[in-house]
Antibody
Framework: QVQLQESGPGLVKPSQTLSLTCTVS??????????WSWIRQPPGKGLEWIGYIYYSGSTYYNPSLKSRVTISVDTSKNQFSLKLSSVTAADTAVYYC????????????WGQGTLVTVSS | SYVLTQPPSVSVAPGQTARITCGGNNIGSKSVHWYQQKPGQAPVLVVYDDSDRPSGIPERFSGSNSGNTATLTISRVEAGDEADYYC???????????FGGGTKLTVL
């Protein structure tokens, strides 16, 4: 079955850019039935959708983060990536990648998540 | 903007039925999805499209959605059901996915 795995630095300095990659295995990222999404969860808090990308490269971002977010896809590597610029301590969170249904927008499966701490 | 409201906590004895609500304006017109998150783990989809179950999810988990309230029902609750539960919808008016604040289910 499809599995997702996040990778990237666990510590980012304030004002710098957070960069994470999600590797998809067990299925093709080029499936037209799905979007590929990023979701985050600050410690002890709830879930926040960041945005998604389609295999063609089209993207959609949470308006509250849109000015700082870039999601890209590399179909040859079956990977998609997240960049979040100008980070602050408020961006400290567990970041999840997930497959999103392109029709009714549920998320399944999710990656295990990776904690990114913003600190100097 | 659209808001999903969940009770912070629900407690139930083993073997009883737990009901977790998700309130939103005319939420009955949207597709609601539910996730279970155990400590230190990623969320898992347990109900999608209001009342459908992914393969591998026990029949004890069911959902309904009408009017201003969607409900996740867990029958014959087990200790292993203790977790945080989140509802989620796609809000077409603002074009984003929204999650409820989460409900902590405690099995007494």
């Amino acid at each position: 079955q499809v599995q997702l795995q996040e990778s990237g630095p666990g510590l980012v300095k304030p004002s710098q850019t957070l960069s994470l990659t999600c590797t998809v295995s067990g299925g093709s990222i080029s499936s037209g039935d799905y979007y590929w999404s990023w979701i985050r969860q600050p410690p002890g808090k709830g879930l926040e959708w960041i945005g998604y990308i389609y295999y063609s490269g089209s993207t959609y971002y949470n308006p509250s983060l849109k000015s700082r977010v870039t999601i890209s896809v590399d179909t040859s590597k079956n990977q998609f990536s997240l960049k979040l610029s100008s980070v602050t301590a408020a961006d400290t969170a567990v970041y999840y990648c997930a497959r999103e249904s392109a029709t009714v927008n549920w998320f399944d499966p999710w990656g295990q998540g990776t904690l990114v701490t913003v600190s100097s | 903007s659209y808001v999903l409201t969940q009770p912070p906590s629900v407690s139930v004895a083993p073997g009883q039925t737990a009901r977790i609500t998700c309130g939103g304006n005319n939420i009955g017109s949207k597709s609601v999805h539910w996730y279970q998150q155990k400590p230190g783990q990623a969320p898992v989809l347990v109900v999608y499209d209001d009342s459908d179950r992914p393969s591998g999810i026990p029949e004890r988990f069911s959902g309904s959605n009408s009017g201003n309230t969607a409900t996740l029902t867990i029958s014959r609750v087990e200790a292993g059901d203790e977790a945080d539960y989140y509802c989620q919808v796609w809000d077409s008016s603002s074009d984003l996915s929204l999650f409820g604040g989460g409900t902590k289910l405690t099995v007494l």
